[in-house]
């Protein structure tokens, strides 16, 4: 097992290094869901922040093992703790997760079909703020763009149906109405 917050301070890997961990890629990997498991007990933005900085230097790429490796394990850990981070309002979690999803469509298991992934993250724009620049209002304009790229109208009109005066009423008819041209 190899102590992943070695890589935090790393800029980029070289060639050599690249080869050695794909080659190796059960090193990365075990360490990695370690590392899942322990954001969900502890909530600790620093375990976090190791498994975006091994996100980022290990998908340079779609092909090598340890990019999809993090990307499919990323998403598996969204759909199963997203629910439980949304009732205890780990806010600071969900705005760096959805920004993730945000970035990356790789991140996605299918290509302009992922109900699940909405379902889930649906109840973050229920979340109450008062301020459109907190983490979760700035997750919940993140997720309506996810939205409207999937061209699932379902989520938007049932936001408008459920809250005719909610925070996010006037992106989300720009987005159907982007959707509708």
């Known amino acids: 097992m190899i102590d992943l917050s070695k890589f935090l301070d790393n800029e980029g890997l070289s060639d050599s ?3 050695y961990y794909n080659e190796n890629h059960y090193l990365i990997e075990e360490s990695f869901i370690k590392c899942m498991d322990k954001l969900v007990i ?6 976090l922040e190791v498994i975006i900085r091994i996100y980022q230097l290990f998908t340079y790429n779609d092909e090598n093992k340890i990019g999809k490796f993090t990307r499919e394990k ?5 759909i199963k703790n997203i629910e439980t981070f949304i009732i205890n309002r780990n806010d600071w979690i969900i705005y760096m997760l959805m ?3 945000y970035c990356d469509p790789l991140l996605f298991p299918n290509e302009n079909n992922n109900d699940i992934f909405l379902e889930k993250s649906y109840p973050i724009l229920l979340l109450s703020t008062t301020d459109m620049s907190s983490h979760i209002a700035i997750a919940s304009f993140r997720l309506i763009a996810i939205i409207e790229s999937e061209n ?8 408008i149906h459920q809250n005719p005066k909610g925070n996010y009423i006037e992106d989300i008819q ?3 109405e982007n959707i509708n041209e």
């Not at 502890?42 to 375990?47: D, S, V």
């Not at 990323?74 to 969204?78: A, D, G, L, R, V």
């Not at 699932?152 to 936001?159: G, T, W």
């Open 17 to 19: 290094e690249k080869k």
């Open 42 to 47: 502890e909530n600790n933005i620093e375990t």
């Open 74 to 78: 990323i998403y598996n850990f969204y």
């Open 99 to 101: 920004d993730l999803f």
């Open 152 to 159: 699932n109208v379902y989520y938007l009109k049932k936001y």
């Open 174 to 176: 720009e987005a159907l």
